[in-house]
T-cell receptor
Framework: DGGITQSPKYLFRKEGQNVTLSCEQN?????MYWYRQDPGQGLRLIYY???????QKGDIAEGYSVSREKKESFPLTVTSAQKNPTAFYLC?????????????FGEGSRLTVL | QQQVKQSPQSLIVQKGGISIINCAYE??????FPWYQQFPGKGPALLIA?????SEKKEGRFTISFNKSAKQFSLHIMDSQPGDSATYFC???????????????FGQGTTLQVKP
């Protein structure tokens, strides 16, 4: 069945380490997104990609990096430059262009920095 | 900049009551306003959505009311049930050609608890 798969579900990282969160979708969607969720702050956009090999910074891109080498995959790297990386990270996909509407979300990855 | 503001942050309602969550937006270059529902430990899922050319949309117990001139929209949950207990997010999509093209901007979220 179609959907979005995020892994790992839980991740612990020591300060100073980079970590990569995986996001794979089999919905044949062109657009993919990464959001960060913190209590009381809603969902904040980190990066998004409307097409393969292209992506744009969202509102809080500092300390993060992404790649979009395949339509199905949009991994997010949380680098050591991210000052407060402990959060719940959500990946989503949708149709692109004017049809961007319903976002389909994965179940999230919870990152804790020790 | 917070372009979509949502209130209240939390809400407690008795079973059978009406839950009301409000959102206001600051940018007129939005063309689609969805509401998402999120259960603990899960990703959000689309609940109901509206376009600005209509003032109300109803799906079962869920209704969106939209006031274009006031730049406000709200979610009403009629006959609220304990199973409705979740976090609700409003959102606004950037109009094609605007600086927010293709972006969905979310409100801060409302945690709803429906007491049995």
């Amino acid at each position: 069945d179609g959907g979005i798969t995020q892994s790992p579900k839980y991740l612990f990282r020591k300060e100073g380490q980079n970590v990569t969160l995986s996001c794979e979708q089999n919905l044949n969607h062109d657009a993919m997104y990464w959001y960060r969720q913190d209590p009381g702050q809603g969902l904040r956009l980190i990066y998004y990609s409307q097409i393969v090999n292209d992506f744009q910074k969202g509102d809080i891109a500092e300390g993060y990096s992404v790649s979009r080498e395949k339509k199905e995959s949009f991994p997010l790297t949380v680098t050591s430059a991210q000052k407060n990386p402990t959060a719940f990270y959500l990946c989503a996909s949708s149709l692109a262009g004017e049809n961007t509407g319903e976002l389909f979300f994965g179940e999230g990855s919870r990152l804790t920095v020790l | 900049q917070q372009q979509v503001k949502q209130s209240p942050q939390s809400l407690i309602v008795q079973k059978g009551g009406i839950s009301i969550i409000n959102c206001a937006y600051e940018n007129t270059a939005f063309d689609y306003f969805p509401w998402y529902q999120q259960f603990p430990g899960k990703g959000p899922a689309l609940l109901i959505a509206i376009r600005p050319d209509v003032s109300e949309k109803k799906e079962g117990r869920f209704t969106i009311s939209f006031n274009k001139s006031a730049k406000q929209f709200s979610l009403h949950i009629m006959d609220s049930q304990p199973g409705d207990s979740a976090t609700y997010f409003c959102a606004a999509r950037g109009r094609h050609g605007s600086s927010n093209t293709g972006k969905l901007i979310f409100g801060q979220g409302t945690t709803l608890q429906v007491k049995p």
